[in-house]
């Protein structure tokens, strides 16, 4: 199984950017998608996550900015991030969880200028 993502890239304070994640390899249910972020020196963090019935959840930071969605036909889950602030500049990285078995995407680089 391996994910890849994409997406990123610089983008001013209150600009927007969608980063998408598709899987391949696999053929089995996914139950849970998510994306984390994570800076040099800081722990990864979860930033929105939606499991197979569609419901989500989100950090405080990104809640009302950040929509997660996926297209379970495409194997692909997408970050809708709008209203983006410089705090918000990080290395974004997308998981699966699939046959409960945790697979980790390589990170997308999200920049906001402010």
């Known amino acids: 199984v391996q994910l890849q993502a994409s997406g990123g890239g610089l983008v001013q304070a209150g600009g927007s950017l969608r980063l998408s994640c598709a899987a391949s390899g696999t053929s089995g249910n996914i139950n849970y998608m998510a994306w984390h972020r994570q800076a040099p020196g800081n722990r990864r963090e979860l930033v929105a996550g939606?499991?197979?019935?569609?419901?989500?959840n989100y950090a405080d930071a990104v809640k009302g900015r950040f929509t997660i969605s996926r297209d379970n036909a495409k194997n692909t889950v997408y970050l809708q991030m709008n209203s983006l602030k410089p705090e918000d500049t990080n290395t974004y990285y997308c998981?699966?969880?699939?046959?409960?078995?945790?697979?980790w995407g390589q990170g997308t680089q999200v920049t906001v200028s402010s």
């Open positions: 939606i499991s197979s019935d569609g419901s989500t």
């Open positions: 998981s699966m969880m699939i046959a409960f078995r945790n697979y």
